[in-house]
C-alpha cells in the first residue's frame, strides 16, 4: 500500500510542502514539523475483506480507542448521534453472542465483538423516520468508518445482521431505548477470502 506523507512547517501553513511515497506506516513529530499520515482510501474500501477467520491474538489498547474514535467521529443525522456501541472481549458473553447469532461461531473466534445500536431517545426528535431510518443509518456509517480504520490497523472484520434481537439485549442487559442492529467481530485475520464479484459501473449507478 503506497502511503503519501505531507510535511508542514510549523511557523507557516505554506511553508515547507514535501511529498513522500513510502510503503510503511511511521509517525514523527519534532519541533518543526508536523507529519500526517494518509493511507489510499478507495484502495483500503477495495482491499477490505469480509474476514470470519481470526487469529488468537489480542487488540492492542491503543488500536482499540482508535476503533472507538472511528465510531464516534462518524457523522449522524442532525449530528445526534443516536448510537452506542458494546465492545465484548469476555469469551463467556462473547459465547452467548455467537449463539443468539444463530450459532455463527466464528464470532466468538474473534477477540473483539463489536455491537451496534440505535438509541430511539434521542433519535425520535425525527419522529418514526427517525427511529427506524436515521438512527441505524448513523450506525451503519460509524460501523463502515471503523472498519476501515481497523483494516489500516492489520484488522480484519465482518457485518453480522442475522441475530436474535432480543437475546442480544437480555445477554447485554440493554436499556430500553436501544435496538442492537450489527454485530460485528474483530481480530487480527488467519485468512483473508478472495476478492468477491461486483456489479459494473453502469449497473450500479443511473447518471441522469
Known amino acids: 500500500?503506497?502511503?503519501f506523507v505531507k510535511i508542514y512547517q510549523i511557523p507557516s501553513v505554506r511553508g515547507t510542502l514535501r511529498y513522500q511515497k513510502i510503503n510503511f506506516f511511521t509517525t514523527s513529530v519534532s519541533s518543526n514539523y508536523i507529519?500526517?499520515?494518509n493511507m489510499d482510501i478507495l484502495e483500503a474500501v477495495k482491499e477490505r475483506r469480509s474476514v470470519r477467520d481470526f487469529q488468537k491474538k489480542g487488540i492492542p489498547e491503543e488500536i482499540v480507542d482508535k476503533l472507538i474514535d472511528a465510531l464516534i467521529w462518524a457523522p449522524s443525522a442532525g449530528n445526534l448521534q443516536a448510537r452506542k456501541f458494546y465492545f465484548i472481549k469476555d469469551?463467556?458473553?462473547k459465547k452467548k453472542i455467537a449463539a443468539a447469532a444463530l450459532n455463527q461461531n466464528f464470532i466468538a473466534e474473534a477477540p473483539l465483538i463489536i455491537v451496534g445500536c440505535t438509541d430511539s431517545r434521542i433519535s425520535s426528535k425525527y419522529g418514526e423516520r427517525g427511529i427506524y431510518l436515521y438512527s441505524i443509518q448513523d450506525v451503519a456509517l460509524s460501523i463502515m468508518g471503523m472498519m476501515l480504520?481497523?483494516?489500516e490497523n492489520g484488522l480484519g472484520s465482518t457485518c453480522v445482521g442475522a441475530f436474535r434481537?432480543?437475546?442480544i439485549?437480555?445477554?447485554l442487559n440493554m436499556p430500553y431505548n436501544l435496538r442492537p442492529v450489527l454485530i460485528v467481530p474483530v481480530g487480527y485475520p488467519s485468512k483473508i477470502p478472495h476478492p468477491p464479484p461486483r456489479v459494473s459501473k453502469e449497473e450500479?449507478?443511473?447518471v441522469l
Open 1 to 3: 500500500m503506497a502511503i
Open 35 to 37: 507529519i500526517w499520515i
Open 149 to 151: 480504520v481497523a483494516y
Open 169 to 171: 439485549i437480555r445477554i
Open 165 to 167: 434481537e432480543d437475546e
Open 204 to 206: 450500479a449507478v443511473e
Open 91 to 93: 469469551e463467556r458473553i
